[in-house]
Every structure is written in structure tokens, then in C-alpha cells.
């Protein structure tokens, strides 16, 4: 009895789907099938390899988000650098967005890439009411509903309108530098969301130089997501344990995808002041003049004087 008891307790366990993290920005598939002929919806993928619009398919109705030549700035150095206002309004008019619009935004990523999207739409105040994000992207969708790969037309142009960049949102190099490396502001945590190794040094991708910035700390953003969902709340509080609260937090990664879904995961666990280095690793590890340190620790050899 007490052996056909466990089983059936095993069973129950394994049927319980794990915990997860609850944004109010966050829908799931039998929202968006309920929702996606609504008048002002519009919805957005971002696709890791952009081609699979095309040949694996998408939800139909969905636009598609090429992710780096829609969502940085095409004519910077690195590319990713944010784009401007009226290139970020001009692109948004071309997917049919307009004030009042609904946006539903997913990737086949765990977030990582619609956060971009998010943050920008952020950054330049939108109304972020208005902004959904799909939880389980499209490995979700496709699970149960059906996946198309025909374009969808191009919508009538939209006519939304950005504000100036939020002041308190990004930082550039120069305040890092100054900042962090020289003045060691004690109100300020660098947070560098690559890969480990990539903080370390040990592994050197995207730049000239490996390593972190001096004195930044590291947590691995996308740790917090699993089968293309976030974690539960306690897990991602539990991931975001080293970074102190009431401070303000500049984050970096390597092209702008990970510091967002950084952002977004820090804001959700009430962070009120977060801000992404504009160019991120891609800027300051291809600038020789910058300095960098190798290993675990934030600082090391002259910097720790």
C-alpha cells in the first residue's frame, strides 16, 4: 500500500508543471489564440536565425523582427549601440504600431532576444502596458497550434510616436569609466550578464580583448530562464542574490540581447534603478586603450590597489 502510495504521489509530482516567474507582461498561448484577431494587435518574432521565419515557420499574423538590423543602430560602431528615436519610430510605423497598439512580442530564445525589443520600447516610453511578451515562445505555440510560413502582408504603416531616450535608463563608456574603474562609486554595481567563461577570460568572443570590465560582478542572465520560460521568482531572486538592492546597477553583455532580458528580470523583482551600457562588451572590449581584468574576482592585479 505504502509502495502504490508513493508512485501515485510521483506521478502527481511530475504532473504539476514547475513554477514559474508571473510578470504582469507575461502571456501564454491560449491568450494570444483568444486575442490574435483583436483590432490593435500586433505581433512580433524575433528569431535567432531570422531565415526560420520563412522555413520553419510562424504564428500567423506575426511580423518579423530582424534582430540585429532592426534593433541596433546600423551605421554605429559596434552595431548594436541602440537606435535612434525616429530609426526606432520609423521601424515600429513600418510593423503597423501605433499608440494605442497591443504588442506581443516572442523569440525561440527564452526571452533573450524580445527583450531587446522591450527595453528599447522602454527606453523611449513607449506605453509599456501595452507590451506582451509570449512565455514559452514559439516552442509553446507551436505545441498546440498551428505555425505558417507565409509572410504576412505588410501592414497599413503605422503612425506611433517615441519620446526622447528615458535619461536614467543607459549609460555610456564614459560613465563606466568614470564611475566604476576610477571613482569606485560605492551607490554603483556593475553587472556583467555574459557567459562565466566569457567574464573570466577564458573564452573570447565578440571582441579583441577577454575578460570583464574592472570591478564588475557576474550573473548569467539567461540562468534564469529554462524551455524558453523565466525561472520561478525565487529562483531568479535567489540568481540575482549578489547584486544589492537600493543601488544602481549598470549591465553589460556582449551584443545587447542578454543586459536586456538582465533588465527586464531585475526590474520585475523590484530593481528601480537599472541601466544598460550602451554598446556593451562589444564597445569596450575592442577598445585597447580600455582597461580589462581576467579571472573570477571584479578587480585584480593594479586594480585592486
Known sequence: ??????????????????????????IDSDWLSEHKEDKNLVILEVRYYPHRYFTVGHIPGAIQVQRFKDLGDN???????FPSREALEKTLRSWGVNDDSTLVLYDDSNTALVSRLYYLLDLYEFNMKHVKILSGGTTDWSAFEEMTREPTPAPKPGAVTLKAAHPLLSVEWT?????????????????????????????????????HIPGAINVVSLDGTSAQKWRSD???????????????????????????????????????????????WSHWGNRLSLPVVDGDKPYAGDFEL
Request: glycine share 6%; charged share 20%.
Open 1 to 26: 500500500m505504502k509502495k502504490q502510495l508513493s508512485i501515485f504521489l510521483l506521478f502527481l509530482w511530475l504532473a504539476i508543471p514547475a513554477a514559474q516567474a508571473s510578470p504582469e507582461f507575461m
Open 75 to 81: 551605421n554605429a560602431n559596434p552595431l548594436m549601440r
Open 175 to 211: 560613465d563606466v569609466y568614470d564611475d566604476v574603474v576610477s571613482r569606485r562609486d560605492p551607490n554603483i554595481v556593475l553587472l556583467d550578464v555574459r557567459p562565466h567563461d566569457m567574464y573570466t577570460g577564458k573564452v573570447i568572443k565578440h571582441s579583441i580583448m577577454g575578460g
Open 234 to 280: 525565487s529562483e531568479l531572486a535567489e540568481l540575482y542574490k549578489p547584486v544589492p538592492r537600493g543601488k544602481t546597477v549598470y549591465v553589460y553583455c556582449h551584443d545587447g540581447f542578454r543586459m536586456s532580458l538582465a533588465y527586464m528580470q531585475l526590474k520585475h523583482l523590484g530593481y528601480k534603478d537599472v541601466r544598460l551600457y550602451n554598446g556593451g
